[in-house]
C-alpha cells in the first residue's frame, strides 16, 4: 500500500484553541519579560498590550485566508495559491526556520528551568536531546493524542498564570512602576520586536487546517479567541511582574516568572512557577515541532524540497521524515544556550513569513474574487496593508546578528527554489522550447498526490470528488494518493454545501468563462475535471481550461458524439456515466494513462503504460516479470505496430504496455512496468 495518504479531520474548536493556546502561551512570558525590562523598564507592560493590539491585524487577515484556503502548511499554502511562486516558496521557507528555532528555544528554555530546579550538574543539550527525541515520537503518532497531552499541559499553566496575576494584584506598588519610562522610549520597538514572536502562536492553527473540522467556522474562530485569550493573560501577568518587582532586579535574572513568584509567594509560589514555566515549554514545544514539520511537508509537496518529504507515515499519518529533520535542528539549536538569540533569529522568520502572508489576502480578491470566503473582517485593503507594515516594521529592531544569520537563510532558501529545473526556467526567463522539455522531463519524476480542479458541483462532481478524497482502507489499496480538491461551481447554495462536506477551497462563478478559471491560478493545478450534468458546458469549460495550458483535462459527457471534438484537442473524454467516478480515479493515479476502461462496473480495468526508456525491465521477456497472476499483458504498441504478447516477447524502452485484470493487480503490475533504472 502507499505511503502517501491523507490527513484525518480530527480537530474541533475546543483542540484547535489549544493548539493555539500551546504555542502563543508559551514560555516567552515566563523568560522575556526580564529581556524587556532590560529595555524599557515598566514601560515593558505597555509593550505587551501594544503587540496584543497589531497583532489582531494579522489574527483577522490569518482568518479570512484559513476559512477559504483550508490547505496544511498555514501560511505557505496561502501564498502559493495567491503569489509569485519564488515569493510562496520564501514565505514556506521563512515559516519553517520561524517554527523550527521557536521549538529551539522552547526547549532550551526548558531545559535551563529543569537544571535550574531539579539538575543543577545536569547538560542543557542532554536535556534539549533527549526532550526532542520524545517530543519526536509523540508527534509521529499523530496529533491528535500529542493533543491530549497538549491540553493537560496549557490548563495547569493557565491556572497557574492566572492565580499569579488575581493574587499578585494585591502586591503591586505604584512604587515600582515610577518612573515608567527610566530608560527612555528607544528600547520600545526592539521589546515588541523581541516578544513578537509570543504571539504568533495563532498561526499554528492554520498550519493543521487539514485536520480541522469545518475550518470555514473553526478557524477563525480559534484563531480570534486565542488572541483575545493570550493578549488579556500576558498584559496582567506582566502588570503583576513589573508592579511587584524594580525592573532593574527583573533584568537580572533568565528566569523572572519564576523570581517573581518566589519573591511574592514564597516557595510553593516558586514550585508553582517552576511547574508552569515546564508545563508551557513542553507544549510549545510539541506544537512547534509538529507546525515546522507540516511546513517542511508543504515545501515538499509541491516539490521545492525533496518529495520525500511529503510522505505521510502509513500507519499514524504524520510527515515523517519532516519531522525527523526538524527535530534534528531543533536539537543543534537548542543547544546554544543562548535564549535571545534563538528567540530573534526565529522572530526573523516569523516576521518576513507573515507580512507576505498579510498582503497576500490582496492577492487573494484580485486573483480569486469569486472564492468562497467564509469570514469576511471587512476594512479591505486597509486591513493587510497594516498587517504587513506592523509585521516588517519589526525586523530592522532584531539582533544585529540574527538579522545576519536570517540573511543568509534567506539567500540559501533563493539557492534550494533555483536548483529545481522548473523554477529556474520560470525566473532566468529561457526559451519555450527549453521549458517544454524541462517540463516533459518532470513528468516523469511528477507526484502522484495531484491538485485536481472540479468544475460543477452536482451529483457527479461529488461522486468525483469523495472518489478523489477517501481515505479508507480498500480505496488507498486502488490508489496511489489522497488528491488535492478545488471546485468551481456557480450556484451559491452549492457552494456551501461543497465546502462543509469537503472542507476544501470553492470557487463561486460560471466554470465556462475564462476568468474565473484564471483566479484558481494555473500553477496550483495539475488536472481539470469538466464535470457538470450539461454536456455543452463540460465541452466549453473543458476546452478553455486546456487553452489556459492545464496539463491534463478531462471532460465527462453523456452524448457520444462530443468525444471526438474532444479527443481532436488531446482532452480525455469519459462518456460512460456509470463508471465515471472510479475512471477518473484511475487515470489520475498514474498520469502517463492513455487509455482506460473498466469492464463490468469496475471488476476489471484495463490501462496502457508506457514503458521508460531506461526502465527496470526493458530488454525483459515477458515470461521472466514477475507480474501477479491476475493480471495479464493483453497488448503492446511500438511505434506504429500492434505487438501480439506472447511468453518469449521482449519489452523494449518506449513501449505501450495495454494491462487487463482486477484494479488491485493492474495497479501494482503497472507501477512494476514504469520503474526507472
Known amino acids: ?61 490569518y482568518s479570512e485566508l484559513g476559512a477559504a484556503i483550508p490547505l496544511a502548511g498555514g501560511g505557505y499554502s496561502f501564498t502559493s495559491r495567491t503569489q509569485p511562486r519564488l515569493v510562496a516558496f520564501l514565505t514556506g521557507w521563512f515559516f519553517w526556520i520561524g517554527n523550527t528555532l521557536a521549538c529551539a528555544m522552547y526547549g532550551l528554555i526548558f531545559a535551563i528551568t529543569l537544571q535550574g530546579a531539579f539538575l543543577p550538574s545536569a547538560s542543557v543539550p542532554l536535556i ?24 493537560v499541559m496549557n490548563l ?60 470555514g467556522r473553526t478557524i477563525p474562530r480559534a484563531i480570534l479567541i486565542t488572541v483575545g485569550v493570550a493578549t488579556v493573560i500576558y498584559a496582567g501577568v506582566v502588570l503583576v511582574m513589573m508592579g511587584t518587582t524594580r525592573s532593574t532586579a527583573l533584568a537580572g535574572t533568565d528566569v523572572p516568572f519564576i523570581f517573581v513568584s518566589a519573591r511574592i509567594f514564597g516557595s510553593w509560589g516558586r514550585w508553582a512557577a517552576v511547574v508552569a514555566t515546564i ?48 527535530a534534528g535542528i531543533v536539537i543543534v539549536f537548542g543547544s546554544s544556550g543562548i535564549v535571545k538569540f534563538v528567540a530573534s533569529l526565529s522572530d526573523f522568520g516569523y516576521l518576513m513569513g507573515i507580512g507576505v502572508v498579510n498582503l497576500s489576502v490582496i492577492a487573494l480578491h484580485r486573483k480569486m474574487p ?69 517540463r516533459q522531463q518532470l513528468e516523469r519524476l511528477r507526484r502522484k498526490k495531484m491538485r485536481v480542479l472540479i468544475i460543477g458541483g452536482g451529483t457527479l462532481a461529488k461522486n468525483i470528488a469523495a472518489r478523489l478524497t477517501a481515505h479508507d482502507e480498500l480505496q488507498m489499496l486502488v490508489r496511489s494518493a489522497e488528491h488535492q480538491v478545488t471546485f468551481v461551481e456557480e450556484d451559491p447554495a452549492r457552494c456551501a454545501e461543497l465546502q462543509k462536506r469537503f472542507a476544501v477551497p470553492v470557487f463561486e462563478g460560471d466554470g465556462t468563462k475564462r476568468e474565473i478559471l484564471e483566479q484558481v491560478g494555473l500553477d496550483n493545478v495539475d488536472v481539470a475535471i469538466a464535470a457538470d450534468q450539461d454536456d455543452g458546458r463540460n465541452v466549453i469549460a473543458a476546452l478553455q481550461a486546456h487553452r489556459l495550458g492545464i496539463g491534463k483535462v478531462i471532460a465527462v459527457v453523456f452524448d457520444p458524439d462530443y468525444v471526438p471534438l474532444l479527443q481532436e484537442e488531446g482532452i480525455i473524454s469519459l462518456s460512460a456515466p456509470k463508471a465515471t467516478a472510479s475512471m477518473v480515479e484511475s487515470i489520475l493515479d498514474r498520469p502517463g494513462v492513455a487509455d482506460l476502461f473498466e469492464i463490468g462496473s469496475g471488476v476489471a ?70 520503474l526507472h533504472t
Open 1 to 61: 500500500m502507499s505511503t502517501d495518504v491523507g490527513f484525518r479531520r480530527s480537530i474541533g474548536l475546543f483542540l484547535a484553541v489549544m493548539i493555539g493556546i500551546g504555542a502563543m502561551m508559551g514560555p516567552g512570558i515566563f523568560a522575556l519579560p526580564g529581556e524587556v525590562a532590560k529595555l524599557t523598564g515598566p514601560l515593558g507592560i505597555f509593550v505587551y498590550l501594544a503587540v496584543g493590539l497589531i497583532t489582531v491585524l494579522t489574527a483577522l487577515n
Open 128 to 151: 534539549v536531546a533527549v526532550t526532542t527525541i520524545l517530543f519526536f515520537l509523540l508527534n509521529l503518532r499523530g496529533i491528535s493524542g500529542a493533543l491530549k497531552a497538549i491540553t
Open 156 to 215: 495547569i499553566e493557565l491556572a497557574v498564570l492566572a492565580g499569579f496575576g488575581v493574587l499578585g494584584a494585591f502586591h503591586i506598588h505604584a512604587a515600582y512602576l515610577r518612573p515608567l519610562a527610566p530608560l527612555g522610549f528607544g528600547g520600545f520597538l526592539p521589546a515588541m520586536a523581541l516578544i513578537y514572536i509570543s504571539y504568533v502562536g495563532f498561526e499554528l492553527i492554520t498550519v493543521a487546517s487539514e485536520e480541522i473540522i469545518d475550518p
Open 279 to 326: 508545563m508551557a515549554s513542553l507544549s510549545a514545544f510539541v506544537v512547534s515541532l509538529g507546525a515546522s514539520a507540516r511546513v517542511l511537508y508543504a515545501l515538499g509537496r509541491d516539490g521545492h524540497v525533496p518529495r520525500a518529504f511529503a510522505k505521510l507515515h502509513p500507519r499514524f499519518q504524520t510527515p515523517a521524515l519532516a519531522l525527523e529533520v526538524c
Open 370 to 438: 469569486n472564492l468562497l470566503r467564509p469570514f469576511r473582517p471587512g476594512f479591505y485593503p486597509w486591513l493587510p496593508v497594516l498587517g504587513a507594515m506592523s509585521c516588517w516594521a519589526f525586523v530592522p529592531a532584531l539582533e544585529a546578528r540574527s538579522f545576519a544569520l536570517g540573511a543568509a537563510l534567506t539567500v540559501a532558501g533563493i539557492g534550494v527554489f533555483l536548483a529545481r529545473p522548473s523554477n529556474r526556467v520560470e525566473l532566468l526567463g529561457l526559451p519555450p522550447r527549453v521549458e517544454r522539455w524541462t
Open 605 to 674: 480495468t484495463l490501462v496502457s503504460v508506457m514503458i521508460p526508456e531506461d526502465g527496470q525491465i526493458a530488454g525483459t521477456a515477458i515470461r521472466d516479470l514477475k507480474l501477479p497472476e491476475e493480471c495479464v499483458i493483453a497488448a503492446i504498441i511500438r511505434g506504429k505496430k500492434f505487438v501480439v504478447p506472447h511468453g518469449k516477447t521482449i519489452i523494449e524502452g518506449g513501449d505501450e504496455v495495454v494491462l487487463v485484470g482486477p484494479p488491485g493487480p493492474v495497479k501494482n503490475a503497472r507501477d512494476l512496468l514504469a
